[in-house]
C-alpha cells in the first residue's frame, strides 16, 4: 500500500515563502512523475508543477518563476519551493506520483495566504 504524506502548508504573509514536501512509503514501484496540484476556492483542481521522469518539468504558467519543484529519489520525495506567495495562490495543495502508470493522490496540505 503507497502512501504520501504531505507537509509543509500553513500561514503566509503575502510575498512571503513556503516549502512543501512529499514522501511516498511503501512503493516498489517505477516512478514516471512526480508533482503538484493546487484546488484553489470555486475552481477545479489544477497541476502546478510536475517532473516527468526522462522527461521535461512543467510548471503552471501563474507560478513559472515563482515556485520550484525538485525531488530525491532516494527518499522517493518531491519538494514544491514556493516565494514571492500571492493571496490567489491559496488553497489545499495536493501531491501526486505516478507510479508505475498508476496515479497515486496525498491528502492534501492547506496554503494560506493573507494580504
Known amino acids: 500500500q503507497v502512501q504520501l504524506v504531505e507537509s509543509g502548508g500553513g500561514l503566509v504573509q503575502a510575498g512571503g515563502s513556503l516549502r512543501l514536501s512529499c514522501a511516498a512509503s511503501g512503493s516498489r514501484f517505477g516512478i514516471n512523475a512526480m508533482g503538484w496540484h493546487r484546488q484553489t476556492p470555486g475552481k477545479q483542481r489544477e497541476l502546478v508543477a510536475r517532473?516527468?521522469?526522462?522527461?521535461?518539468?512543467d510548471y503552471a504558467d501563474s507560478v513559472k518563476g515563482r515556485f520550484t519543484i525538485s525531488r530525491d529519489l532516494a527518499k522517493n520525495t518531491v519538494y514544491l519551493q514556493m516565494n514571492s506567495l500571492k493571496p490567489e495562490d491559496t488553497g489545499v495543495y495536493y501531491c501526486n506520483f505516478v507510479l508505475s502508470g498508476i496515479s497515486q493522490w496525498g491528502k492534501g496540505t492547506q496554503v494560506t495566504v493573507s494580504s
Open positions: 517532473i516527468i521522469t526522462g522527461g521535461p518539468t
